[in-house]
């Protein structure tokens, strides 16, 4: 069965400073799907970014970008430029075809001024 | 476009009593899902269907949970009789799954249950 690892609880950043969180999966899957989710206080859930096991290139969205090794079945999430806007929980999310999301247990990241 | 829309947002009842969840799924996506958050499992896939069938069940914890989806605009999550422990915030997302590739599932809201 596939699974996913958040080996970080939590997680802090300063305003305007870089941070990385972690995700690690294991599939025996060759073709899927890695995402990230951000849950703030509002309990919504809110894509930030995926990324197709297919595509060598890694995903960017504005200040987001991931690191996938997908030999070493790994996916870190890394926030450029933090804002206190992003103080959140984050979850990471894989999907092999047609199936649902498995989800890490999440980090909790805090953002200081 | 309006997004997923799940209903009620906050549910308290007494235990014993039955309560249904609802969803309308994104127009036009033909997957839902029903998902479970607690703090002790994290989020936990309930139930999904595509095109208003049920595809995987696994999750549902016993017979006192059902679902159903009578057609591609509805859904409904039903507990009978509902338990203290089924307390949790229960999201329903939806997304399109299509030959080539499938797009990301958008979440509602999600409605939080709280049984006394």
């Known amino acids: 069965a596939q699974t996913v690892t958040q080996s970080q609880p939590e997680m802090s950043v300063q305003e305007a400073e870089t941070v990385t969180l972690s995700c690690t999966y294991d599939?025996?899957?060759?073709?899927?799907?890695l995402f990230w989710y951000k849950q703030p206080p509002s309990r919504q859930m809110i894509l930030v970014i995926r990324?197709?096991?297919?595509?060598?290139q890694n995903a960017t969205e504005n200040r987001f970008s991931v690191n996938f090794q997908k030999a070493a079945k790994s996916f870190s999430l890394k926030i450029s430029d933090s804002q206190l806007g992003d103080a959140a929980m984050y979850f990471c999310?894989?999907?092999?075809?047609?199936?649902?999301?498995?989800f890490g247990k999440g980090t909790t990241l805090s953002v200081s001024s | 476009d309006a997004g997923v829309i799940q209903s009620p947002r906050h549910e308290v009842t007494e235990m014993g009593q039955e309560v249904t969840l609802r969803c309308k799924p994104i127009?036009?996506?033909?997957?839902l899902f029903w998902y479970r958050q607690t703090m002790m499992r994290g989020l936990e896939l309930l139930i999904y269907?595509?095109?208003?069938?049920?595809?995987?069940d696994s999750g549902m914890p016993e017979d006192r949970f059902s679902a159903k989806m009578p057609n591609a605009s509805f859904s409904t999550l039903k507990i009978q009789p509902s338990e203290p422990r089924d307390s949790a915030v229960y999201f329903c997302?939806?997304?399109?799954?299509?030959?080539?590739?499938?797009?990301?599932?958008?979440f509602g809201d999600g409605t939080r249950l709280s049984i006394l």
């Open positions: 990324q197709e096991a297919y595509k060598q």
């Open positions: 127009s036009g996506h033909n997957s």
């Open positions: 599939t025996s899957e060759s073709d899927y799907y």
């Open positions: 999310a894989y999907r092999s075809v047609g199936t649902a999301l498995i």
């Open positions: 997302a939806s997304s399109l799954v299509q030959a080539g590739g499938n797009q990301p599932q958008h």
């Open positions: 269907f595509n095109n208003n069938v049920p595809i995987d």
